[in-house]
């Protein structure tokens, strides 16, 4: 695509660069679609044998531009050497981006313009080759514009396709003009060439010229315009790819017009060869760009990766949505639990959205992707996202899955330690009470008895004495049962114990509580939990009186002990071991306490415990 | 004096009647429950029966529902309840279904053999007993409740005094009053919580009734 649109001289630079219009389109159709068909098709198919096939194609559009070129080679070895690389490469770009799908059409128009490039350099042979070569010499601009108008896109808009055809017909139109009104000598090149001429005139031929070739340099402005469009409205992923192309197109194109202007201002002599040979060797960086391109979509779907990583770590759907959007480079993605319908609705319904479901084989989806259409081109890219972003959450779903049920299990078996802890207490002071008590108490009665029957002052006084200490014996053992589990707890609840701990209090201790019983663990948790919180007020608290509430909702119970004492307790004050046992024990009902201390403000320790 | 015994620990059951004959009362019946008491004592009701509170089937309050029971079928017959809780609930339970002629004992008391022969005569007399300690521990408590609040020191010490089932005299002599200051505590009691029936022995009970239930939970 030799100085793409531009670059063609006008006038007399025209007829003294005749050899560079010469062309036709000579490459077989045979030819043609066996490199299309076998190079490609097993390119996109077998891995292993598309270096070969690569390498035939290659060796097949050499062998043909080679001998196109001929004679260059013996007038400008290097100029020849650079076509032949230039195409070479677009034709290996052009196989590289036939594997994204959809991009056929723009890989075929790249390799076209890599072999119309050296086909420009036929008129180097003599016969009819220098006037065709005048004729179709533009072509390879043609095919050029046409990529570059094209990629990464699944077709061109109407505008595109118009100004393509527009190109096409008024470079093949208005060079034919220019032949027909001109002869070979004219252009420049021999009378022994074979020349259509119709109606020679060199002065409408040199008008015709600047005519044709002004009105190349209108299209050049238009295609710069409608690069710089694509670029403009190029979102995400898409401005990312194509970026560089556009700046190696309109760079291209201006070069090539550099060199046009040159050539129109110099004389036949004196427009250098270097100077084609540096504008070839400046549209490198078409192919070099297009190769970006493919490496930067290739790059893309590795950044996948990183998604995988970054999501597995978070597992969270937030963390999930800003890695995608980041790694598709779409702002606007949004990613939405499947059953919030109405958003889900919402955001699809907004025109034209990308709407991807991510769910594993049949099974219900597990979140809704909804992404800006433009990805839909990038579907290898956004279809491994999407894979990942499904495996990745999945994960994360199952792992949370895994610890909610782990944690459950640890609930109930603290739940069930905590229960058999109690009924084993409780029915060690079953024990003390109905067996060790009884016992202690029949021998007293006996030893009353013996007291009355005895006549003995001295044995009366014996079994006095021995009574009594039985009487001791029982008060601790009465104590120690009391510790180990309240009876009154058992047997008249919650209130009626709280009660009989306020007892034994120094200070004024009021319980407010509803009728009835609790469960066994409750009430136990709650008693624990009010005698360390009563212990604490007559330790820390300087209170003058404690109120201790019980209060019952349909599915929690929630006991406040609050004191009227000075308040500005540490944490660490009152929540010594004894609370951390409290917590314990109340955790295991799912349950949790609090305690508040503002300073001058009493202590308030509550405990919340769902219930029901 | 004949005494009959529902009382479900056998080694405590014979020691009690090893007791009781010790102390001169006949022990007409020591059975292991309520209803083997109140079917044996059918045909010749003793003067007062001693029931332990917690005994089969439940082990909660049945000694509370035999003696409710008994004083529909027998009411000249005294009941004792025997307990090892020294819970107020319970005896305020016991006096809200039997007001008169009845006592709740602690077991540890029981086993004091004046305490014991004292509270069976008072019990078969018609009086109303409760435990010493659970009286005391009443009055320990450092909050008044409101109903209490209302009382002076001296009325609240007569009326733990006839919670223990003393009668005027008894009182005037424990604290050393004349019977008719007594009599003037007494009614001021009475009047003071709002127990203004002209049967005295009944305003006894309701007095100790309230004074128990003072010790209660809020509710």
């Given amino acids: 695509m030799h100085g793409t649109i531009l670059s063609l001289p006008a006038g007399k630079g025209l007829r003294g660069r005749a050899e560079r219009w010469r062309t036709r389109a000579l490459l077989s159709k045979g030819l043609w679609s066996w490199a299309w068909r076998h190079g490609h098709q097993r390119l996109l198919g077998h891995e292993h044998s598309s270096w070969l096939a690569t390498t035939i194609a290659l060796t097949v559009v050499a062998c043909f531009c080679a001998i196109v070129e001929g004679p260059l080679w013996r007038q400008s070895t290097a100029l020849a050497a650079v076509n032949l690389a230039f195409a070479l490469v677009l034709v290996l770009t052009g196989l590289m981006l036939r594997r994204e799908p959809g991009q056929s059409v723009p890989a075929m128009a790249l390799m076209l313009t890599g072999i119309f490039r050296c086909v420009d350099f036929i008129d180097a042979w003599n016969g009819p080759w220098p006037a065709y070569a005048i004729v179709f010499g533009g072509v390879d601009r043609v095919f050029g514009a046409w990529a570059l108008l094209r990629y990464p896109n699944p077709a061109l808009s109407a505008v595109q396709r118009r100004f393509l055809v527009a190109l096409a017909a008024w470079m093949i139109a208005g060079r034919t003009l220019i032949v027909v009104t001109s002869t070979a000598p004219w252009m420049g090149g021999s009378p022994s060439w074979w020349w259509p001429t119709l109606d020679g005139d060199e002065s409408l031929s040199d008008v015709l010229s600047y005519v044709v070739h002004g009105g190349e340099g209108i299209f050049g402005v238009t295609l710069i315009v409608l690069l710089a469009m694509r670029l403009v409205r190029a979102r995400g992923v898409d401005r990312i790819v194509i970026t560089p192309i556009i700046v190696a197109g309109i760079a291209a194109v201006i070069a090539a017009s550099a060199t046009a202007a040159v050539m129109t201002l110099s004389s036949i002599a004196t427009t250098p060869n270097y100077a084609f040979l540096a504008e070839s060797v400046a549209d490198f960086a078409i192919p070099v760009a297009f190769l970006i391109a493919v490496v930067q979509r290739l790059l893309l779907i590795r950044n996948v990766t990183e998604l995988t990583a970054r999501a597995c770590a978070d597992g969270d759907i937030g963390a999930l949505r800003s890695a995608l959007r980041d790694t598709l480079h779409d702002p606007t993605l949004e990613l939405l639990d499947p059953s919030d319908a109405s958003r889900v609705a919402m955001n699809a319904r907004s025109a034209g959205r990308l709407v991807s479901y991510l769910q594993m084989g049949a099974e219900a989806p597990i979140a809704v992707v909804i992404a800006d259409p433009v990805l839909a081109r ?14 990745a959450l999945q994960n994360a779903q199952l792992q949370a899955k895994a610890a909610r049920e782990e944690l459950e299990l640890v609930k109930v078996s603290r739940t069930r330690i ?17 067996g060790v008590q009884q016992h202690l108490l029949s021998i007293t009665a006996r030893l009353s008895a013996a007291m009355t029957t005895t006549t003995d002052p001295q044995a009366s006084a014996a079994f006095g004495d021995a009574r009594d200490g039985l009487k001791a014996v029982l008060a601790e053992l009465r104590n120690l049962a009391h510790g180990i589990h309240p009876a009154v707890l058992t047997h008249s609840g919650l209130a009626a114990a709280l009660e009989e701990v ?13 009728a009835g019983r609790l469960g066994a663990a409750v009430e136990a948790t709650l008693y624990y939990v009010a005698c360390e919180a009563l212990a604490n007020v007559v330790k820390h608290a300087a209170a003058d009186g404690v109120l201790v509430t019980v209060r019952a909702a349909r599915s929690w119970l929630e006991m406040e002990v609050a004191d009227d004492g000075a308040g500005g307790v540490p944490a660490g004050v009152i929540g010594g071991r004894g609370l951390a046992n409290i917590a314990d024990r109340v955790g295991a009902l799912d349950g949790e306490v609090t305690i508040d201390s503002p300073p001058g403000q009493g202590t308030r320790v509550m405990v919340r415990i769902p219930c029901g | 004096m004949r005494v009959a015994i529902a009382e479900d620990s056998g080694l405590f059951r014979s020691s009690l009647a ?15 429950s309520g209803t083997e008491l109140i079917a044996a004592i059918a045909a010749s009701p003793p003067d007062v029966v001693i029931l332990d509170i917690r005994m089969p089937p439940s082990f909660t309050d049945e000694g509370i529902r035999t003696a409710h029971a008994l004083r529909g079928l027998h009411p000249d017959v005294g009941i ?7 819970e107020s609930k319970y005896a305020s339970l016991l006096l809200e279904v039997v007001n008169a002629g009845v006592g709740y004992l602690l077991k540890d008391n029981v086993t004091d053999a004046g305490a014991l022969m004292e509270s069976l005569s008072r019990v078969a007399a018609g009086g ?4 010493p300690a659970i009286v005391t ?14 009382l002076n020191d001296r009325e609240l010490e007569v009326l733990r005094h006839m919670a223990e089932g003393r009668s005027n005299l008894g009182i005037a002599r424990e604290l050393f009053l004349s019977a008719r200051t007594v009599e003037t505590h007494v009614s001021s009691v009475f009047t003071k919580l709002g127990l203004t029936q002209s049967d005295t ?9 309230a004074f128990l239930r003072s010790g209660g939970p809020e509710r």
């Fill in chain 2, 137 to 150: 521990r009443l009055l320990e408590r450092r909050q008044q409740p409101t109903m209490m609040g209302i």
């Fill in chain 2, 201 to 209: 022995e009944n305003n006894r009970v309701r007095a100790v009734l």
């Fill in chain 1, 418 to 434: 905590i229960e058999a802890e109690l009924a084993e207490r409780r029915r060690l002071e079953r024990d003390l009470h109905d």
């Fill in chain 1, 378 to 391: 990038y579907r290898g890219l956004f279809d491994a996202a999407m894979r990942t972003s499904t495996l």
């Fill in chain 2, 128 to 131: 109303t007993v409760v435990d």
């Fill in chain 2, 80 to 86: 004792l309840v025997l307990s090892t809780y020294a």
């Fill in chain 1, 502 to 514: 306020a007892a034994r209090l120094p200070l004024p201790v009021r319980i407010s509580m509803p």
């Fill in chain 2, 18 to 32: 090893l007791l009781l004959n010790s102390l001169g009362a006949e022990v007409t019946v020591a059975v292991p």
